[in-house]
Structures are given as C-alpha cells and as structure tokens.
Nanobody, 124 residues
Framework: QVQLVESGGGLVQAGGSLRLSCAAAGGTFSSMAMGWFRQAPRKQREFVASISGSGGATYYADFDRFTISRDNAKNTVYLQMNSLKPEDTAVYYC???????????????????WGQGTQVTVSS
C-alpha cells in the first residue's frame, strides 16, 4: 500500500511563492506517475500538473506559474508555485498511479493513491 503525505502549504500573500512536497512510502516510487490536483471550496477537484515516473515528461493545466518536479532518491514530488493569486486558494492533493506509460493523467479517476491534502491560502 502506497502512502502519500503532503506538506508545505500555508498562508501567503498574493505574489508570493510556496513549494509543496509530497513524500511517498511503499510501492516503487520511480515507476509511478504523480500528479497534483486542487479543490477550492464549492468547486470540483481540478488537475494542476503531472509528471512521469522518470521525471522526463511533465504536463500542466493552464498554470504557467507552477512547476512540478520529483526526486526519486527521496521518494518525493514537488510543486513550486510562484506569483500566487487569491484564486489559487485551495486544498492541494498529490496523487500517484501505477499505470504504465508517460501519459498526461489529468483525470482524478486515473490515480490509485491520494494524500490527505494541504491547505494553501493566498491573501490579497
């Protein structure tokens, strides 16, 4: 069983930056595609970014301010968020999938494992 634990959320002013981390335990991390999703109050969960197991392929929703990366030696995936806006306020979740192939995986139902989420609040 794979466990994912997010960290790095918090309160930041508009224009600021945060780096989220997601540590994985169990499973073979380097073979798992990983993704970040977010869910704002009263909104559906939405895709933010994903990264292949090797880290060689990355995919994004319309977020040119965010960068996804991973360190397979540390079993950790990151989401660097810059120039944050109040509309970025949400609970951010990391997710992992055992599916093979460097695909975009931008649908929540494509993922097998989820973290508990970390709150990001951006004040204006």
């Amino acid at each position: 069983q794979v466990q994912l634990v997010e960290s790095g959320g918090g309160l930041v002013q508009a224009g600021g930056s945060l780096r989220l981390s997601c540590a994985a335990a169990g499973g073979t991390f380097s073979s798992m595609a990983m993704g970040w999703f977010r869910q704002a109050p009263r909104k559906q969960r939405e895709f933010v970014a994903s990264i292949s197991g090797s880290g060689g392929a990355t995919y994004y929703a319309d977020f040119d301010r965010f960068t996804i990366s991973r360190d397979n030696a540390k079993n950790t995936v990151y989401l660097q968020m810059n120039s944050l806006k109040p509309e970025d306020t949400a609970v951010y979740y990391c997710a992992g999938t055992d599916k093979f192939g460097d695909m975009r995986y931008d649908q929540a139902n494509e993922y097998d494992y989820w973290g508990q989420g970390t709150q990001v609040t951006v004040s204006s």
